[in-house]
């Protein structure tokens, strides 16, 4: 046995971010369900402001780098969002009810002071509380998975040290072959008790440019990825087709391929 087969792919991280263009929060385990995202994932997001001649839109990484400055928590049962900057507690609501709400919007008015998009306002846009016109500007309900034998191989064309952070994906994996996610487009992945059906290629945008310890624009990702491997993409999207417990750990394969044929082992 080579040692590339002697590799075990497992699930190194899982990431889920609460808030459109926050920073991660970091878990130990998830239960995922058909048919759906990472739980509480992406479930919040900054609006633009109705300002005149604002086109509609989210705060996002790619054009609001000062989003990385902070850190997020969030407790779904509570229901309990504390965000923190530079290591200090800034604000702590409820984001589901009018209060919590305006708390938040009075934090992120004062962070976004000036902001040609006008003041934020913070909504739901994932969960029965969503409103149809927000939801339909949320992300679609799929997993992003991501190599970090890819991100090292990139890390070797741009010669520097490349955070996996920026790639923002909620399972992170590893024991693979460098790019070895692409050859699994239409097949599904077993992941602790999940199976996810890989449906698409990543491309990377403006976002990963920003670092999330720093919040500064200080590469250019899509760039080198073009110039270095021919195309812009980086991990993978997944539908869950079977929902069950996924934990850091677990190992990772190929679902119905014999032994012989399996990319990984």
Not at 62 to 88: F, M, N, S, W
Not at 137 to 166: C, G, H, K, M, Q
Not at 207 to 234: Q, S, W
Request: proline share 5%; charged share 25%; hydrophobic share 40%.
């Amino acid at each position: 046995m080579n040692e590339r087969n002697a590799m075990t792919a497992r699930v190194e991280q899982i990431h889920r971010f609460p808030v459109k263009g926050l920073n991660a929060e970091s878990l130990e385990s998830v239960v995922l369900t058909a048919g759906a995202g990472l739980p509480e994932d992406r479930r919040f997001a900054l609006a633009y402001g109705l300002t005149t001649g604002a086109k509609r839109g989210f705060f996002q990484l790619t054009t609001e780098e000062k989003l990385a400055q902070l850190r997020v928590a969030y407790d779904a049962a509570a229901p309990l969002l504390t965000i923190h900057r530079q290591g200090r507690q800034v604000v702590s609501a409820n984001p589901c009810d009018q209060t919590g709400r305006m708390l938040l919007n009075q934090f992120f008015a004062g962070f976004f002071a000036g902001s040609p998009r006008g003041a934020p306002s913070f909504q739901q846009v994932r969960g029965p509380a969503a409103s149809s016109e927000s939801s339909a500007e949320a992300l679609p309900e799929a997993v992003s998975i991501i190599n970090l034998a890819s991100v090292r191989d990139f890390e070797r064309v741009a010669r520097t040290a490349v955070d996996p952070r920026r790639f923002r994906g909620n399972i992170l994996i590893d024991g693979l072959a460098a790019w070895e996610e692409f050859s699994w487009l239409g097949r599904e992945l077993v992941a602790g008790e999940a199976r996810l059906k890989v449906t698409e290629r990543t491309e990377r945008c403006a976002a990963t440019n920003v670092n999330p310890e720093t919040a500064e624009r200080d590469m250019n990702i899509p760039l080198t990825l073009r110039k270095g491997f021919g195309h812009m993409d980086l991990g993978v999207y997944a539908e869950v087709t079977l929902g069950g417990s996924v934990k850091c750990g677990d190992g990772l394969a190929l679902a119905g391929a014999a032994a012989a044929d399996l990319p990984f082992s």
